[in-house]
């Protein structure tokens, strides 16, 4: 009972999340992000697949396609978050600074091939691969399609 009442005028650590939160400490590792050029609005990232070898447990998966300038863009750019330790050895590795490891960290999911992020996903974080509008689940059609997704990728 003592350590309680002394803990009453102590100062409080906690805060009351999700309303409120903490300051995220500079070097703190959420889910990975490509980076976007402001100006083009084309992702920096040249699929040279430096990162999906540096991944040490295989998260990423990327292919790259040749652009008619003779210059290589990425085509497909995926990271199963399932599989992501949050290490940043691949935003480390990317000689071109196309990825970095983004605040965020609220990533979980109803199903699972949501948790496999796409390009525009990793763009923005904020739209996982396969989150369905109401009636999209009701038809299962996305559902379908990004079920495949997954087994593709797998
Ligand atoms: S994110 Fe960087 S390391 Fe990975 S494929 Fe793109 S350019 Fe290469
Ligand atoms: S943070 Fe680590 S585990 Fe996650 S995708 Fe990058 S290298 Fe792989």
Redesign the pocket.
Known sequence: MWITLRHLFMPKYTVEYPEKRRAQAPAFRGA?ALVFDETTGKARCVACGICAR????G??HVTGVAGTDNKRYVDRYE?EITR????????EACPYKALM?SPVFELAEYRRFSLVYDRACLQGLDEPLGKLEEAEVATGAREAVAVKEVARVR
Request: aromatic share 6%; hydrophobic share 55%.
């Open positions: 990975p540096a991944c040490p447990h998260a990423i990271v992501c330790l949050f290490c940043g050895l691949c935003a490891m």
